[in-house]
């Protein structure tokens, strides 16, 4: 496995801790804000934290939406969205007013609301994906496996057959999302442990 | 459904990892690496770590360190100590925080709350809180590692970082630290039932029945534990399968 994974820096979280993953995994990755070298990795990961509408206005003026949506959409290059950066590949997000998402993934980013006693925002912990279809992030990995969670907002697809797991919070949300060689994670695989970097690995050998 | 977290404390004192008992008596318990190793291996949920002298001492994080550390954790990781300015918090994320407490600038620049989470997120800011009780039944904030007085209610300090934007509470009682007696409950009972956003309790866990006390007995999510895993045999492992066994949901063993 011969992997360069383009970590995309838009200045708003901690890569570090991703790049150590990928590397543990097996693959080499380059944390950058450079358009050019998302053009000539095999794969992409798009990490973060932080606020929707920043972070997309950070990813186009260092013109990395574009990059990534050259390499994303036509060159099929594989592509990884964590937290954040998942709910980045949605057509709208609707956090301190509405901003224009990647548009990968069509529907919108909305805050979790509450549904149960004891249920908290953010939703902080360790929490399980429910397989709705299969999906290759998950070979070896069994149904309802807790990973770790950190955030107030999740992704509304309106496009049933993009929706691959569920957490069951705050009424069911939607945790991870798959458009063929597109990725979206809502919980932190470079923090899960064993089974998170798994998914690493299984997104490494697409 | 969403795992009750079981989360060791780390506290630095200069370079060495330490454990105190009511914020005083410090002993040496290690070398930080070898824990962050060892819990990783464990599949512990979560670590908190906490820079006990930075703000005593004027001193900024030591990033230098928290990256070494950083890198080798590979589990969700708390940062705290000495936070002071925007530019602090910016740095601790560049080596590998993933969230920062805040304790001494809650009361001294409660702004800098506001400014972080709205940059990074509100899951991202930790209003970690120390309080003493009074013998009149009273509590009070105190900042600086515990030394400084503040005249503040831990209740009425809750809701405030809640709505400045804090993601989640750690609650430390002062008088219970280190003195594995039990959590103060009733101080969690009351910012717990306060604030709608997740609270850790901390301070006084001696035993697993603790921690179900804690749980059982208010509307924490999440208990914080230092010298149980430092001075006895039990483990983070052990005292998921015992809170288990007691009918809480916890993370199932990978």
């Known amino acids: ?206 | 459904m969403l795992k009750t977290r079981i989360i060791p404390t780390l506290l630095f004192k200069d370079v060495g990892l330490v454990k105190g008992i009511a914020f005083d008596s410090w002993r040496r318990v290690g070398s930080a690496m070898q824990a962050v190793k060892v819990y990783n291996l464990r599949g512990v949920d979560e670590l908190v770590f906490l820079d006990i002298t930075a703000t005593r001492d004027g001193r900024p994080p030591d990033f230098a360190a928290i990256d070494e550390l950083a890198d080798e954790c590979f589990m969700p990781m708390t940062v705290g100590g000495g936070v002071r300015t925007f530019a602090d918090a910016r740095r601790l994320v560049k080596v590998g925080a993933d969230k920062i407490a805040l304790n001494t600038a809650l009361i001294e620049s409660p702004n800098l709350v506001r400014e972080i989470a709205e940059s990074y997120g509100t899951q991202f800011v930790v209003a970690s809180i120390d309080v003493r009780r009074h013998s009149d039944g009273g509590y009070e904030v105190y900042t600086r590692s515990g030394t400084h007085a503040t005249g503040v209610d831990p209740v009425a300090l809750a809701e405030q970082v809640e709505k400045l934007g804090a993601g989640e509470i750690l609650l430390t009682s002062i008088e219970r630290d280190g003195t594995m007696q039990g959590y103060d409950i009733e101080l969690n009972r009351r910012v717990s039932a306060t604030v709608s956003i997740p609270v850790i309790a901390s301070g006084g866990a001696g035993n697993y029945e603790h921690m179900a006390e804690v749980l059982h007995e208010t509307s924490v999510t999440a208990v914080a534990a230092a010298s149980i895993f430092h001075f006895t045999e039990q483990t983070p492992l052990e005292a998921k399968r015992y809170l288990k066994k007691q009918g809480f949901a916890v993370r199932k063993e990978t």
């Open chain 1, 1 to 206: 496995m011969n992997c360069l994974i383009a970590i995309v820096d838009y200045g708003m979280c901690n890569l570090d801790s991703v790049k150590r993953a990928v590397e543990e995994c097996g693959g080499s990755g380059i944390i950058t804000s450079d358009p050019h070298d998302v053009e000539t990795a095999t794969h992409i990961i798009l990490p973060g934290v932080g606020a929707f509408g920043d972070a997309m206005k950070n990813l186009r003026d260092a013109k990395l939406d574009v990059a990534m949506s050259e390499q994303v959409l036509e060159k099929q290059i594989p592509f990884l969205g964590i937290c954040l950066g998942m709910q980045l590949m949605a057509a709208t997000g609707t956090e301190h007013g509405q901003h224009t998402g990647l548009g990968w993934i069509d529907g919108e980013v909305r805050r979790l609301r509450p549904v149960k006693d004891g249920e908290r925002i953010p939703h902080i912990g360790w929490n399980e994906v429910h397989y709705q279809q299969e999906s290759p992030l998950f070979r070896g990995i069994p149904d309802g496996t807790d990973f770790y969670f950190v955030h107030s907002y999740h992704v509304c697809p309106t496009q049933q057959g993009e929706i691959t797991g569920c957490t069951p919070y705050a009424d069911g949300f939607v945790s991870t999302v798959r458009r063929d060689w597109v990725f979206g994670v809502q919980f932190h695989p470079e923090k899960s442990q064993k089974m998170g970097f798994q998914v690493l690995r299984n997104f490494l050998a697409i």
